[in-house]
C-alpha cells in the first residue's frame, strides 16, 4: 500500500472511531437561594497559629476585633461551596468547597465576612480570581503570604502590628493592588511578585526597623509612596520601564536615594516595560 494510500485509511479509520465517542463539557452550578453560614473558629492556645485561608471566586473581607482566632459568616448559593474548616493542632484551615474546573456563572455569590483575632499567628490567604478587602491593623502578624490570581484588593495596617514580622510575601497574577500603611506592618523582608497590572505600595506609618522589599513585576505600573521623612535607598534593574521621581529623591544611575531619619527601607525593583514612580 503506498503511503499516500495510507494516509487516507488512517484518516477515514479516525473519522470513524471520532463518530463513536460523545464529549460533553463540565455542567455549570445552578444558583439557588442564599445560604449564610456563622464561622467561628477558636485559638489553639499553643503558641503562634498557622491559619490558612483558600478562597476560590467572590468577595473575601478581614477584619481585626474576633473574640476567636476567627468570627464571621460566609454567604454562598451554590452548595458546593459551603466552607470547611480543618485543625490539626496549630495548622488550621478554612477552605472554600470544592468547585475547580467548573465555569462560574456570573450569579454565583460567594462572600466571606471574617474577623480575626489577635493571637500571635502566620496568616496565608490563597485565593482565585476574586475582591478582598483586608483590614490587617493592631493583628498579631508573624508572617503574612497571599496568592492570588487575577484580583483587585485593598489591604491596610491601620495600627502598628505589636509583633515583628519576619516575611510579608505577596504574588500575583494581572490584578489592581493597593497596599497601605506598610511601615506598620512590621516586617523585616518584603517580596512583591506581580504580573501586568496596577499596583500601589504606600508605606505611610511608623517605621520600626530596617526593612528589605524585592520588587519583581512585568508590564505594570508600580506607584510607591514613601514619606519624606523616612530613609530609603531604591536600586532599578528594569527593561522599558519609565522611572519617574519626586522631589527629594537623588538619582545616580540606577540608584535613588531619599534622606531622612531613623530606619531605612532598601528596595531591589525588577521591572518589565511599565511605570514606576517614586513619591510622597
Known amino acids: 500500500m503506498s503511503y499516500k494510500m495510507f494516509s487516507i485509511v488512517l484518516i477515514l479509520a479516525l473519522a470513524t472511531l471520532a463518530c463513536g465517542f460523545s464529549f460533553s463539557l463540565p455542567k455549570a452550578p445552578t444558583p439557588g437561594p442564599d445560604v449564610t453560614d456563622n464561622i467561628t473558629v477558636p485559638a489553639s492556645g499553643l503558641g503562634t497559629t498557622r491559619l490558612s485561608i483558600l478562597f476560590g471566586a467572590g468577595e473575601l473581607n478581614l477584619n481585626p476585633g474576633a473574640q476567636n482566632l476567627v468570627d464571621g459568616t460566609a454567604t454562598y448559593n451554590v452548595p458546593d461551596l ?3 474548616i480543618v485543625t490539626d493542632s ?12 467548573i465555569p462560574y456563572p456570573t450569579n454565583i455569590k460567594n462572600n466571606w465576612d471574617f474577623k480575626l483575632g ?18 490587617f491593623g493592631g493583628l498579631s502578624l508573624t508572617n503574612l503570604t497571599i496568592k492570588d490570581g487575577a484580583s483587585n484588593v485593598k489591604l491596610t495596617f491601620s495600627q502598628a502590628n505589636p509583633n515583628e514580622m519576619t516575611l510579608f510575601r505577596y504574588e500575583t497574577g ?7 500603611g506598610l511601615a506598620n506592618a512590621n516586617f523585616s523582608t518584603m517580596i512583591f511578585n506581580s504580573g501586568a497590572g496596577d499596583y500601589t505600595l504606600d508605606f505611610s506609618g511608623t517605621l520600626k526597623r530596617d526593612a528589605t522589599i524585592t520588587i519583581s513585576s512585568g508590564l505594570s505600573n508600580i506607584i510607591l509612596v514613601i514619606p519624606q521623612s523616612v530613609n530609603a535607598n531604591v536600586t532599578t534593574e528594569s527593561g522599558l520601564a519609565n522611572i519617574n521621581a ?5 538619582q545616580s544611575g540606577d540608584q535613588y536615594t531619599q534622606s531622612g531619619s531613623g530606619p531605612t527601607l532598601t528596595f531591589l525593583i525588577k521591572t518589565g516595560a511599565g511605570n514606576l514612580s517614586l513619591t510622597h
Request: charged share 20%.
Open 246 to 250: 519626586g522631589s527629594g529623591w537623588t
Open 118 to 135: 489577635n493571637t500571635p499567628m502566620d496568616l496565608t490567604i490563597n485565593a482565585g480570581a476574586y475582591t478582598g478587602t483586608y483590614e
Open 90 to 101: 496549630n495548622d488550621i484551615e478554612v477552605k472554600q468547597g470544592n468547585l475547580k474546573d
Open 174 to 180: 494581572a490584578s489592581s493592588v493597593k497596599l497601605n
Open 82 to 84: 459551603k466552607p470547611a
